[in-house]
């Protein structure tokens, strides 16, 4: 008879909620003070302001059901929330509905890129592209920027095209007789793929296609081509269709597109920079790369959504790492003991904490780099208008700058995102695997972040060129290298210098900034002198990759070390930790065979930093876990998560959730047919109908001959041979 002293009764239910809420102060303001130290008073305002009226949205607000849909019902939801988002374009200020469009992204991503391709990618070609009365006349005189009587599609990639745009080969050829541009596709290849609103949706394609000229092809130009008339009939001579199922954004309604032979007027290239008379005469802009200034909105947009991904996850993931708890301390062999929260194992916490604050590193860089990307547009605007000449080779300088930080932020973030994903996924164990824990979808819809609008190792090399091709100049002929890397005219100090980060260094962000500008210049550097001899450009791509991360990093760091010095003080305890967290992981810990590599760093601090410093600053960070996510604001809505409700009550929640979107007063599925009838099969006997049996043997087995009757049956053949 076993002992009563081994029998374990669990008799008090888990109490997540009473866990989480215990780490909030009641009435604290801080989570309100943090997000507009994060965001900026106004953006903080307007965020909290358009999420109101987001979750009231019957049609906008996110819920649970967006897990269970098909592709087609996807794609009816999209079209549903594209109808009412319109609405809101009529009737708000543009600013509002950006940031609306924004937040709606978060959470439904197909909606948020079908309206973006319209309003972002198409509208912002022509803006781009286009004269000031060709961007007047399609939209807004046609009303293409408020989702009426046109929408339009990005007509870039094609099949055999993607991150090389310079060598798209559908063809725009002059006809003099008639003029019009002609525009075909030659071959396969040349065939539009991958176009976000074509298969169903879209009127007019901005459409990047060879300009041929009485014979001579002058690049690749842009042009606006109908696709459809009013009654959202194929124009003749344009083929559609949908390109079919996809990892994620099932509500998005790619396409692909032939042209054979379709006539469009002269006055449908878009002609700011590049013009073709009607004589044929063809006038090249002065500055190539003006043409591509319309592509960097949407990278800007998605190192932002890049920030809101990290904070999303990490807040559900964190909630329920506080909430959660398994594993009695010490576990004896009775097994008795209180469990420990997750979050409390020292693991836990060097899983999450660093995303966090690369969370908070990411959303103070990316409101920079919004603010950036809305100056130097508004500088080029108003120096195109003026034809100021000087004006505008100001603005190219900083659009360069702009290059640069949109291309390193865009493909490092978005890469960090896609594992932060992953991460907090994990650590949420099986029930992060449920799709109502919001995970899975995300990383399905998240994923192609990495590969469009730029391609991110594509967009890295030329981060990591043209930062060579800098440090190059510099050390050769003594360039200063202006605005946001101007500290690459510090290059010859760098290298001669003998600079290296000791033991205590690591606690000091300014100088962690100043060995990551050290090992950008020294890997530059090392990287140009293997051009100078025998390697190539495709050689040292690795390096370029690299110093695109590098860069990504540095912008980050040195926007939180700009921001924290005016942070107020009650924020200044947790900033200083979150930084230092930061700056320790995802730079120093993450490049360690880099900064050792390059004489950077030595190996003492490297170790003391992995094996103390981290372990200690996520220690700090422990406390204020809750408080520190809870000041992203995200709300449920936002979250759409079972397990990461603000409340905290994880399983009264996820319990709730499975019973609503799986009622169990359904007791039958719809394959039960097929299950019962697998468990009610006849034995294998009756299957063969019994024709297999002993008894069926007996009848249909015929009697062998003795050996007696056979030995008779030969001396009677023998005597017949006689």
Same mark, same amino acid.
């Given at each position: 008879?076993?002992?009563? &002293?081994?029998?374990?009764?669990?008799?008090?239910?888990?109490?997540? &909620?009473?866990?989480?809420?215990?780490?909030?102060?009641?009435?604290?303001?801080?989570?309100?003070?943090?997000?507009?130290?994060?965001?900026?008073?106004?953006?903080?305002?307007?965020?909290?302001?358009?999420?109101?009226?987001?979750?009231?949205?019957?049609?906008?607000?996110?819920?649970?059901?967006?897990?269970?849909?098909?592709?087609?019902?996807?794609?009816?939801?999209?079209?549903?929330?594209?109808?009412?988002?319109?609405?809101?374009?009529?009737?708000?200020?543009?600013?509002?509905?950006?940031?609306?469009?924004?937040?709606?992204?978060?959470? %439904?991503?197909?909606?948020?890129?079908?309206?973006?391709?319209?309003?972002?990618?198409?509208?912002?070609?022509?803006? =781009?592209?286009?004269?000031?009365?060709?961007?007047?006349?399609?939209?807004?005189?046609?009303?293409?920027?408020?989702?009426?009587?046109?929408?339009?599609?990005?007509?870039?990639?094609?099949? =055999?095209?993607?991150?090389?745009?310079?060598?798209?080969?559908?063809?725009?050829?002059?006809?003099?007789?008639?003029?019009?541009?002609? #525009?075909?596709?030659?071959?396969?290849?040349?065939?539009?793929?991958?176009?976000?609103?074509? @298969?169903?949706?879209?009127?007019?394609?901005?459409?990047?296609?060879?300009?041929?000229?009485?014979?001579? $092809?002058?690049?690749?130009?842009?042009?606006?081509?109908?696709?459809?008339?009013?009654?959202?009939?194929?124009?003749?001579?344009?083929?559609?269709?949908?390109?079919?199922?996809?990892?994620?954004?099932?509500?998005?309604?790619? =396409?692909?597109?032939?042209?054979?032979?379709?006539?469009?007027?002269?006055?449908?290239?878009?002609?700011?920079?590049?013009?073709?008379?009607?004589?044929?005469?063809?006038?090249?802009?002065?500055?190539?790369?003006?043409?591509?200034?319309?592509?960097?909105?949407?990278?800007?947009?998605?190192?932002?959504?890049?920030?809101?991904?990290?904070?999303?996850?990490?807040?559900?993931?964190?909630?329920?790492?506080? =909430?959660?708890?398994?594993?009695?301390?010490?576990?004896?062999?009775?097994?008795?003991?209180?469990?420990?929260?997750?979050?409390?194992?020292?693991?836990?916490?060097?899983?999450?904490?660093?995303?966090?604050?690369?969370?908070?590193?990411?959303?103070?860089?990316?409101?920079?780099?919004?603010?950036?990307?809305?100056?130097?547009?508004?500088?080029?605007?108003?120096?195109?208008?003026?034809?100021?000449?000087? @004006?505008?080779?100001?603005?190219?300088?900083?659009?360069?700058?702009?290059?640069?930080?949109?291309?390193?932020?865009?493909?490092?973030?978005?890469?960090?995102?896609?594992?932060?994903?992953?991460?907090?996924?994990?650590?949420?164990?099986?029930?992060?695997?449920?799709?109502?824990?919001?995970?899975?979808?995300?990383?399905?819809?998240?994923?192609?972040?990495?590969?469009?609008?730029? $391609?991110?190792?594509?967009? +890295?090399?030329?981060?990591?060129?043209?930062?060579?091709?800098?440090?190059?100049?510099?050390?050769?002929?003594?360039?200063?290298?202006?605005?946001?890397?101007?500290?690459?005219?510090?290059?010859?100090?760098?290298?001669?210098?003998?600079?290296?980060?000791?033991?205590?260094?690591?606690?000091?962000?300014?100088?962690?900034?100043?060995?990551?500008?050290?090992?950008?210049?020294?890997?530059?550097?090392?990287?140009?002198? @293997?051009?100078?001899?025998?390697?190539?450009?495709?050689?040292?791509?690795?390096?370029?990759?690299?110093?695109?991360?590098?860069?990504?990093?540095?912008?980050?760091?040195?926007?939180? #070390?700009?921001?924290?010095?005016?942070?107020?003080?009650?924020?200044?305890?947790?900033?200083?930790?979150?930084?230092?967290?930061?700056?320790?992981?995802?730079?120093?810990?993450?490049?360690?065979?880099?900064?050792?590599?390059?004489?950077?760093?030595?190996?003492?601090?490297?170790?003391?930093?992995?094996?103390?410093?981290?372990?200690?600053?996520?220690?700090?960070?422990?406390?204020?876990?809750?408080?520190?996510?809870?000041?992203?604001?995200?709300?449920?809505?936002?979250?759409?998560?079972?397990?990461? &409700?603000?409340?905290?009550?994880?399983?009264?929640?996820?319990?709730?959730?499975?019973? %609503?979107?799986?009622?169990?007063?359904?007791?039958? @599925?719809?394959?039960?047919?097929?299950?019962? +009838?697998?468990?009610?099969?006849?034995?294998?006997?009756?299957?063969?109908?019994?024709?297999?049996?002993?008894?069926?043997?007996?009848?249909?087995?015929?009697?062998?001959?003795?050996?007696?009757?056979?030995?008779?049956?030969?001396?009677?053949?023998?005597?017949?041979?006689?």
């Amino acid at each position: 008879m076993s002992s009563a &002293k081994n029998i374990v009764s669990h008799t008090a239910p888990p109490n997540p &909620k009473e866990l989480i809420g215990r780490e909030r102060k009641p009435g604290d303001g801080f989570p309100l003070l943090m997000n507009q130290f994060l965001e900026g008073k106004k953006k903080s305002a307007q965020i909290l302001r358009l999420l109101k009226s987001l979750e009231r949205d019957p049609i906008l607000a996110a819920n649970f059901n967006d897990y269970e849909v098909t592709k087609e019902q996807q794609r009816e939801l999209t079209a549903l929330r594209i109808n009412r988002m319109a609405r809101y374009i009529e009737s708000e200020s543009i600013e509002d509905f950006n940031r609306r469009l924004n937040l709606v992204t978060v959470y %439904d991503p197909s909606t948020g890129i079908r309206i973006s391709v319209n309003l972002g990618l198409y509208i912002n070609c022509i803006k =781009g592209n286009g004269t000031d009365e060709q961007y007047k006349y399609w939209c807004i005189d046609k009303q293409a920027g408020h989702l009426n009587q046109l929408y339009g599609c990005f007509g870039m990639t094609e099949l =055999g095209h993607g991150s090389n745009v310079a060598g798209c080969e559908t063809t725009a050829t002059f006809d003099p007789e008639t003029d019009e541009f002609i #525009i075909d596709t030659p071959h396969i290849g040349a065939t539009k793929w991958w176009i976000g609103g074509a @298969a169903h949706s879209a009127t007019h394609s901005s459409i990047y296609a060879r300009l041929v000229v009485n014979g001579k $092809d002058y690049g690749v130009k842009t042009f606006v081509v109908p696709l459809r008339d009013s009654n959202h009939e194929l124009l003749p001579g344009v083929s559609i269709g949908d390109i079919g199922s996809k990892m994620g954004r099932e509500g998005v309604d790619n =396409g692909w597109i032939q042209f054979s032979d379709v006539r469009i007027p002269r006055f449908f290239m878009l002609q700011k920079f590049c013009k073709v008379s009607r004589e044929g005469k063809v006038t090249l802009p002065p500055l190539e790369q003006l043409s591509y200034i319309s592509l960097l909105g949407g990278r800007v947009t998605m190192a932002t959504d890049s920030y809101r991904a990290a904070a999303r996850f990490t807040t559900i993931a964190i909630r329920y790492g506080v =909430g959660r708890k398994q594993f009695p301390p010490n576990l004896g062999l009775d097994g008795v003991g209180d469990e420990v929260q997750l979050m409390d194992y020292p693991l836990h916490q060097r899983r999450l904490f660093p995303y966090l604050a690369l969370a908070y590193a990411m959303g103070l860089g990316t409101n920079r780099l919004e603010n950036q990307h809305n100056a130097i547009l508004v500088d080029l605007d108003k120096a195109v208008a003026k034809k100021n000449t000087n @004006a505008i080779k100001s603005a190219i300088n900083e659009t360069k700058s702009l290059f640069i930080d949109s291309g390193s932020l865009k493909s490092t973030t978005t890469w960090l995102a896609a594992d932060c994903i992953t991460e907090c996924r994990q650590t949420c164990g099986g029930h992060g695997y449920s799709a109502y824990s919001g995970f899975g979808k995300a990383y399905d819809d998240w994923v192609v972040q990495c590969t469009w609008e730029g $391609d991110n190792n594509v967009l +890295a090399m030329s981060v990591g060129k043209t930062l060579i091709r800098n440090v190059q100049e510099v050390l050769d002929k003594g360039k200063k290298i202006g605005g946001s890397v101007s500290f690459l005219s510090n290059a010859r100090q760098y290298i001669n210098n003998d600079l290296i980060l000791r033991e205590g260094d690591q606690e000091n962000p300014d100088k962690i900034l100043q060995a990551l500008e050290v090992l950008i210049v020294r890997i530059s550097s090392k990287a140009s002198e @293997a051009l100078k001899s025998s390697a190539t450009w495709d050689d040292v791509s690795p390096q370029r990759v690299l110093l695109s991360k590098l860069r990504c990093h540095h912008y980050l760091l040195q926007s939180f #070390i700009e921001n924290l010095r005016e942070a107020a003080s009650e924020l200044q305890p947790d900033l200083n930790t979150l930084i230092r967290l930061y700056a320790n992981t995802f730079i120093l810990e993450a490049f360690s065979s880099e900064f050792l590599i390059y004489g950077v760093i030595d190996a003492k601090t490297k170790n003391i930093l992995s094996s103390e410093y981290i372990p200690k600053l996520c220690l700090d960070l422990r406390p204020r876990a809750i408080t520190l996510t809870d000041s992203f604001q995200q709300s449920d809505m936002i979250l759409n998560s079972a397990i990461g &409700k603000y409340n905290g009550d994880i399983y009264e929640n996820y319990f709730n959730v499975v019973k %609503d979107q799986n009622p169990p007063i359904k007791t039958k @599925a719809f394959y039960s047919e097929s299950m019962e +009838a697998m468990l009610s099969r006849p034995s294998l006997e009756d299957r063969d109908r019994q024709e297999k049996t002993e008894s069926a043997q007996e009848i249909l087995t015929v009697p062998f001959p003795k050996r007696g009757d056979d030995d008779e049956d030969d001396d009677d053949d023998d005597d017949d041979d006689e």
